[in-house]
């Protein structure tokens, strides 16, 4: 009976196949980010990489960090004839541009599916879960972005005391420059960072602000936190982009960023990795740029009749590693910015029957 099982299960993988490669799938990404932002162009080309696994068409357009065009894009999407619109849309609930697009799209037949930021408790609360008020809004994949906040937090924390970086009141003094006060992942990358302070009496927070994601922003807002606050020593960074304009900041000033001021940062680019392995970035997390090559493969389960509501609608998932520097030469290794050499078809249930429960940790594919 077991081995009938897996025979019947690799037919049924070969039925798929051979169906993907007759008329391939569409699937529409509208990238919040710039076109030449190392984070969401990684995104984009990990996304790339799952479609092409798993025999699908994949069609990226950049909304340039403008909210606006997130929904021009979305409007234009909707306006093709019919036969034109992909079978599904992929976007990020960020700028809380999340509502909106589901009221756009829906009635035009494209179905819809939240990744990297689903919506706050707020929106919830008001507009309630997929498949509910919006119909064609069928799920949402987010990684557990908190964890990522902790993670650097921690790290820098023990950095600091390692070094014995306290201030003359015997405590350590740490900034913190955040991404925007409105997307979820933001939220809980802060929410991270508070988690780890509340198990460090030894620390105190001088302040929080925000800086867009901007590097040029954190520069900006980095010069008079360290006028206002010289007795800090540690600053956390909702980014790479953030920590490295802060830094900017400090070397300007004639200080060193590993030594005179130890910083963190959340992301994957090439510069960050050259910065941990070099010592100016003291703590990095990354590896959540792969939600929306994952959000593929649930989606591919779902089309081919393996629905993921058996694992819920909403779903968040540990993706996130803290890179060490060694960590940091092995991702340089296996991808440098491109993910052709990760088989997206291993992860997909239709294709696996084995599997039973989606594992989307990022450490295994280092190794």
Known sequence: MR??????????????????????????????????????????????????????????????????????????????PKAQRPDYVVFSNDSATGVELLRLFDGSGIRCFMAFSGFTAAEEQQWGKPRQHFKQWIGSLEPLAEEAGY???????????????????????LLAIAGDRSTISSVRRNQGLRRALAEADDVVLDQMVYAGW????????SAWLYDRYPSARLLWAGNDLIAFGAMQTLEQRGGQPGKSMRFSGINTSTEAMEALKSGRLT???????????????????YHHGRDFADEGLQLERPMFVLFTPAMAEKF?????????SVDFRRYSKVLNHVTTRYSFEFAPLLY
């Open 283 to 301: 703590a990095l997390a990354g590896g959540h740029f792969m939600a929306g090559a994952w959000s593929l493969v649930m989606l591919f389960d």
């Open 3 to 80: 081995c009938y099982s897996y025979v019947r299960c690799l037919v049924l993988a070969w039925a798929v196949l051979l169906a993907g490669s007759a008329q391939a799938v569409s699937v529409a990404f509208i990238n919040p980010g710039n076109s030449d932002e190392i984070y969401w162009v990684g995104a984009a080309r990990a996304m790339a990489a799952a479609a092409s696994s798993l025999g699908w068409e994949l069609e990226v357009q950049y909304a340039q960090r403008d909210p606006l065009r997130v929904l021009a894009l979305a409007r234009a999407l909707v306006a093709r």
């Open 332 to 340: 340089e290794a296996r991808f440098g910015q491109r993910y052709d």
């Open 151 to 173: 993670l650097t937090g921690k790290a820098l924390i023990q950095a600091g005391r390692a070094a014995r970086a306290q201030a003359a009141d015997g405590k350590l003094h």
């Open 214 to 221: 901007s590097r040029e922003k954190a520069a900006e807002k």
